[in-house]
């Protein structure tokens, strides 16, 4: 079965989209070797019963063709209707394994599926039974800062008789981001002041712990600072203004008195540290800064992301 691997047939036959339904369009059946023994076998059976004039040779022949049939049409609808959709994908990091996430949804069970990347030396992911919604992750090679298309997944199986294998191909359409190697190291810094009497809300986008006072909303204004107490009271429209808890906050410089790729690492390293310890923090990489001050899980990823697409 390895022509199926051949760049010229799978290029032909695969569509990059965000999902895909199996069907008769885009499955391929073919006998496997013990599929191809299983027809030689019949083959040789039927000469030897006309030869020799043998009914039993010949019926034994006649069933194993039946069976052939059955196992076409099992095999086939084993894939028949799966749907596989990509995933949101996780930031990944340099040099480390990484794992692409799709979906897969069934209404029936289906059984021996595997999935891979296509002329990747991983191996395959393996699902015996399964039957409704599921996310599984296929290992890709790993990779070098950047941001990736995902190369075709190729899935096959040979349930339920092992005499065919059902294959189909796929390119999903969620990229695969890889952020710099995580490694310690200097990093400059400096810390971006911000009065005691200013909300910090209104400057830079960011909310404080303690609510300091409450104000007129004006149009443009996120909806996260709107009281809605208030609102489902009086029907209007208030503001809450917060309590300036950060004087400083620590802005990251990319270090340019070492290589590209070394400064993005000792900065990945940072921008996880001040993550883990839930710090206000910024990052400056140009002239101006890069990205604003915040914190969280959110702009965890934007900061990575970032470095990921980064180009002197």
């Not at 339920?160 to 400059?188: H, M, Q, T």
Request: positive net charge; glycine residues 6%.
């Amino acid at each position: 079965m390895q022509f199926v691997k051949q760049k010229w047939l799978y290029k032909r036959f695969t569509k990059q989209s965000p999902n895909i339904k199996l069907g008769f369009r885009n499955l391929y059946i073919f006998p496997n070797i013990f599929g191809i023994y299983w027809l030689i076998t019949i083959i040789i059976l039927y000469i030897l019963g006309t030869n020799l004039e043998v009914n039993f040779t010949i019926f034994l022949s006649y069933f194993m063709v039946v069976i052939f049939l059955i196992s076409i049409f099992l095999t086939h609808f084993n894939l028949h209707g799966l749907e596989l959709s990509s995933a949101d994908q996780n930031i990944k990091f340099a040099n480390s394994e990484i794992n692409y996430e799709i979906i897969i949804n069934s209404k029936i069970c289906r059984n021996g599926l595997r999935l891979k990347f296509l002329n990747q030396l991983n191996n395959f992911q393996s699902i015996i039974n399964f039957q409704g919604y599921k996310k599984i992750s296929i290992t890709s090679q790993t990779k070098g800062r950047g941001i990736y298309d995902p190369d075709v997944i190729y899935g096959e199986s040979s349930a339920p008789l092992s005499l065919l294998n059902c294959w189909f191909y796929w390119k999903p359409i969620s990229k695969i981001i890889v952020a710099p190697e995580r490694n310690k190291g200097e990093v400059p810094f400096q810390y971006f002041s911000i009065n005691q009497d200013t909300n910090i809300s209104d400057s830079q986008g960011i909310s404080g712990d303690e609510l300091k006072d409450i104000k007129a909303y004006q149009k443009g204004e996120k909806k996260s600072l709107i009281y809605w107490k208030i609102l489902a009271k009086s029907k209007i429209l208030q503001t809450k203004i917060y309590e300036n808890n950060y004087k400083n906050i620590k802005i990251l410089q990319l270090n340019k008195l070492v290589p590209l790729e070394i400064g993005l690492q000792n900065l990945c390293f940072e921008i996880h540290d001040e993550y883990i310890k839930n710090n206000l923090y910024g990052i400056k990489i140009n002239k101006e800064i890069d990205i604003s001050p915040n914190k969280g899980y959110s702009h965890y990823l934007k900061s990575l992301y970032l470095l990921a697409k980064f180009n002197k």
